[in-house]
């Protein structure tokens, strides 16, 4: 898959990490994981155009065909460095192109805002949100072994057999 699969928990030791990696492995996708990609705080000034990172960014989200955007709740919404990113893209790189949409919660019943909230976002850079999205609680994660359980597994692979239908759907009506 020619998909650009983006960790949106700055926390190293992040759940939303643990998922984020594991989608990169499994399905052998370009990875962004900005618990350590370097990115400045947006602040509009032309300079930041010639940064590493926002090139970096910028080019990898041009070529893909699709993201699968991976974020914790907090606060009742995606993460600040999540949104911070999508702030350097616009619809150019997001045009026509499927976006699947998974939220890492607390386990006491979150997760749906920060979906919303992402969605939102996603219209907004002109994106294709697909309607299947998941929200994994802590009980998902084998945390000790910095792994999935099967699981949470089943549902990431849930989600991604409907983003390749809405991948191959977009290269058929020629969209990309
Ligand atoms: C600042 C902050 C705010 C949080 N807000 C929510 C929330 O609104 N809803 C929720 O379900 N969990 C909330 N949590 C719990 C996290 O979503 C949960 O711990 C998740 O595993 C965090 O992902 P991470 O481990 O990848 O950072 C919050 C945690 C933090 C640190």
Redesign the pocket.
């Known amino acids: 898959m020619n998909v650009l699969v983006i960790n949106g ?3 190293k ?5 643990i998922l984020a990696s594991h989608l990169a492995d499994t399905y052998n996708t370009k990875y962004i994981d900005l618990s350590s990609f370097a990115l400045p705080l947006y602040n509009g000034e032309k300079d930041q155009q010639d940064i590493k990172e926002v090139k970096q960014l910028k080019e990898m989200a041009l070529e893909a065909d699709g993201f699968i955007l991976c974020t ?5 919404g995606m ?1 600040g460095i999540l949104k911070n990113m999508l702030d350097f893209l616009g619809s150019d790189h997001f045009k026509n192109k499927p976006v699947a949409l998974i939220a ?8 749906i ?2 979906l919303n909230n992402m969605r939102t976002v996603v219209r907004g850079l002109y994106g294709n949100a697909i309607p299947r999205q998941l929200v994994l609680d ?1 009980v998902h994660f084998n945390t000790d072994q910095r792994m999935l359980t099967s699981d949470g597994e089943d549902l990431v692979e849930n989600v991604v057999e409907e983003f390749k239908f809405y991948l191959e759907t977009a290269k058929r009506l020629s969209f990309k």
Do not use: I
């Open positions: 928990t700055p926390r030791h992040g759940r939303t990490r914790p709740e907090y606060h009742s993460s890492v919660a607390g386990g006491g019943k979150g997760g805002n920060a802590p």
